[in-house]
Structure formats: C-alpha cells, structure tokens
C-alpha cells in the first residue's frame, strides 16, 4: 500500500506567476482534500475533491483551482500568485467524499515560496 | 464560525506524562483528530475518536473527549524525546478538517 505523495517539495515562483502542484492518494482513497498552511498556523481547508469534482470549498478566492483525475490524483493550480500564497501546501486523501470516515491522511507537502 | 484553540507550549520531562489541550466550537463535529508534525514535514494521523465516544486508548495515546464542554485531549504516557513535534487538534463534519495552531511539545531529558 503506497501513502500519499505529493510533488514538487520545493518550489519558488515569483508574483504574478501561476503555479501546478501535484498529489496522488493513498492507494484504494477516492477523495483528495487540499490545505494551506502558513508558517506557525494550522492547515487551512482550501477545496475537496471527490469523483472528480469539487466538493466543498474553504475561504479561498477562485484564483485557486484544481482537478481530479480518474485514476483520484489531483492537481491544485493558483494563478496570479500573491506573497501571501508563500505555504506549505498539504494533500490529504481519504474515502467517501463528503462523508465524514474517519481518517483523512496527509502527504509530506510542498513547500511554496512567492519572491 | 468553527474554531479550534489549543495553548501553544507544553514542555515535559522524559519519562512523564504530556497533556495536551483542545477546545473546539461546533458541536456537529462527528469526528476530532490528533495529527503529529514533525519539523519540515506533513501530518501524521495519530489518533482519531468518534463525536460519541467519551474516551479511547491507543498503546501510549489516550483520548479523552467531553462532548457537553467541547473539549479534548491527548495524553501520551512515557513521553520520549522522539515525541517532540508539534500537535495538532481538528475536527471534522462534512470531510473537511478545522484545525488548531498547533502546541508545541518539547520533551527534555
């Protein structure tokens, strides 16, 4: 069983830049949740996907998108990139949509960096 | 809205008990979460407990919830210098989690 991975690690983009970052879910979990987390906060619930659409969105403006794939890796984009945007970006997957089940697990994250 | 509050220090000695701390605001929350993050790193699931369960126990874990108070917590036995990290409270309704700031827990020989 492979867990959650997410690519790239690293990454820095410079204002106004748009930026793709990539997650696959743990194998046999059909649902991927994205988070923001800023440095010495909490995960911040950015949008879920599930069966390749979104379900469920947090207080993030539509400059931030993504999409689900058959085989339920995700994509999250941002365009018009903000220094703000400047996070540790968390994938986590889990089963059931929007169905509470228990457990949701989080890949190692890629760290973002907006100059 | 929700909200998750944790205190964001805790040091203990080895060999010691921890407790950490977590109140939270909506009481539709079916499941509350502890994630572990180690430095540089994603989340570990840790544990989780059912909105109707009062307690659950998991080797050195255990979770104490107090559904009429809102408030959980985790207590580690026999805490290690391997468990200092950060620790994160959340809670979950409809798949998404609300999560804490986070209490850092540093473990001193």
């Known amino acids: 069983e492979t867990g959650v991975t997410q690519s790239p690690t690293h990454l820095i983009k410079t204002r106004g830049q748009q930026v793709t970052l990539r997650c696959s879910s743990q194998?046999?979990?059909?649902?991927v949740s994205w988070y923001q987390q800023a440095l010495g906060q909490g995960p911040q619930f950015i949008f879920q996907y599930y069966r390749e659409e979104e379900n469920g969105r947090g207080n993030f403006p539509p400059r931030f998108s993504g999409l689900q794939f058959p085989n339920y890796s995700s994509e999250l984009n941002v365009n018009a990139l903000e220094l703000d945007d400047s996070a540790l970006y968390l994938c986590?997957?889990?089963?059931?949509?929007?169905?509470?089940?228990?457990?949701?697990?989080f890949g190692p994250g890629t760290r973002l960096t907006v100059t | 809205g929700e909200d998750v509050e944790q205190s964001l220090f805790l040091s203990v000695r080895e060999g010691d008990s921890s407790v950490i701390n977590c109140t939270y605001t909506d009481s539709s929350s079916t499941y509350l979460y502890w994630y572990k993050q180690e430095p540089g790193a994603g989340l570990q699931l840790l544990t989780y407990?059912?909105?109707?369960?009062d307690m659950k126990q998991d080797q050195r874990l255990t979770v104490l919830l107090n559904k009429k108070d809102k408030h959980l917590s985790l207590r580690i036995a026999d805490t290690q210098t391997g468990d200092s990290a950060i620790y994160f409270c959340?809670?979950?309704?409809?798949?998404?989690?609300?999560f804490g700031k986070g209490t850092k827990l540093s473990v001193k020989p």
């Open positions: 407990i059912f909105s109707n369960m």
């Open positions: 194998s046999g979990h059909n649902t």
């Open positions: 986590a997957s889990s089963l059931g949509g929007g169905q509470p089940r228990g457990e949701q697990y």
């Open positions: 959340a809670e979950g309704t409809q798949g998404n989690l609300i």
